[in-house]
């Protein structure tokens, strides 16, 4: 006598993914690393986490991370973690002299002021020179600069023109 038995095995239950973490805003100093995420099943015993990440444009941009997995039975579980991304610190000028006073001979040249930003790469530098009239007279020398989350920042320079030197007469019989 033979007896035979058929069992059938299925597997409806999607994987479990561990250690997803959850939705943040963060500055763009302080975005977190991508999480270590595993992936357990009841019945496919080593399964791949799949990784991808997309990174929208703008101010505030998104971060969206995601994690899926497919076991042999092609039960798939994904998970996202959304990280908002904030710039709320402004630009930092470099090279900005110091007020002063010189006289009209001295005037310097226009310094190489430069800006940077914790999360804009390339930030222009705007400069604007204004002269007064007068003795002594001012030349007031601004360079502004703007991050792409239109974070602004201003440096001023002002430098009083002296004329201490007096005319000297020529041709006099």
Do not use: H, K, M
């Amino acid at each position: 006598t033979v007896v035979s038995q058929l069992i059938t095995v299925e597997d409806n239950t999607d994987p479990v993914l561990a250690n997803v973490p959850n939705d943040v805003t963060v500055d763009c100093g302080s975005i977190p690393t991508a999480a270590d995420v595993t992936v357990s099943d009841n019945c496919t015993p080593s399964l791949e986490v799949i990784f991808t990440e997309s990174i929208s444009t703008g101010c505030p941009y998104t971060i969206t991370r995601t994690w899926s997995a497919t076991d042999s039975c092609s039960n798939t579980i994904t998970a996202t973690q959304v990280i908002i991304v904030e710039d709320n610190d402004d630009p930092v000028l470099a090279n900005v002299p110091n007020d002063i006073t010189v006289d009209c001979t001295s005037i310097p040249d226009t310094a190489n002021v430069t800006a940077s930003d914790n999360c804009t790469s390339n930030v222009e530098v705007v400069f604007t020179e204004n002269i007064s009239t007068g003795c002594p007279y001012t030349i007031t020398r601004i360079w502004s600069a703007t991050d792409s989350c239109n974070n602004t920042i201003t440096a001023t320079q002002i430098i009083t023109v002296e004329d201490n030197d007096v005319p000297i007469l020529a041709n006099i019989p």
